[in-house]
């Protein structure tokens, strides 16, 4: 050990030790990474209810095609149209996933513009999702066609992908509908 000076004043002098500097642990420049903000392919069959809202994405069909909206969470729809909320996630191997319909068995996709649809499963990079922001009062997902995030509004749709508190954006699971 190597003796060095102690501190004076107050009435205690004395010396400390420290170990050579040859055997103290090396000094790195290197930063702290960064906290992880996305996450793993979530699994499971769940409604999805957004942190803005409070309602759920729903498939609805309404005889004009397969929309997807966000509605009253268990609601039945109305004048003949249906709102079906159960969806599968389906992990692929790269941290992405799917969201399938449970009623339909048709996946979530962008619709070519903001709007979000659902169409026959095909493994495309627009049925393909990852998690960009997972807190405790939600996920963010983003999708790998458009890179825009599953977003609620009159109807859901995708659009720039916002900071992790922006709760349009966020999804949360919830028991299956």
């Not at 409604?47 to 397969?66: H, P, V």
């Not at 389906?90 to 941290?95: C, L």
């Not at 493994?123 to 999708?143: D, E, I, L, Y």
């Amino acid at each position: 050990s190597v003796p060095t000076a102690g501190g004076g004043g107050g009435g205690g002098g004395g010396s400390t030790t420290r170990p050579p500097a040859a055997t103290r642990p090396p000094r790195t420049t290197k930063p702290a990474p960064p906290p992880a903000t996305g996450g793993s392919a979530p699994s499971g069959t769940y409604s999805l209810e957004n942190g803005s809202t409070g309602n759920c994405l729903a498939e609805y069909n309404a005889g004009f095609g397969d929309l997807v909206t966000s509605a009253a969470c268990g609601s039945t729809g109305s004048g003949g149209s249906t709102y079906w909320f159960s969806w599968t996630y389906s992990p692929g191997a790269d941290g992405s996933f799917r969201l399938k319909n449970r009623h339909s068995g048709r996946c979530l996709q962008p619709a070519g513009n903001t709007a979000v649809t659902t169409a026959s499963c095909n493994g495309s990079s627009a049925q393909s999702w990852k998690v960009v922001s997972s807190t405790s009062a939600g996920r963010m997902f983003k999708n790998a066609s458009d890179g825009r995030c599953l977003t609620a509004g009159s109807f859901a749709m995708t659009y720039t992908c916002g900071s992790s508190g922006q709760s349009e954006q966020v999804w949360r699971n919830i028991s299956a509908r």
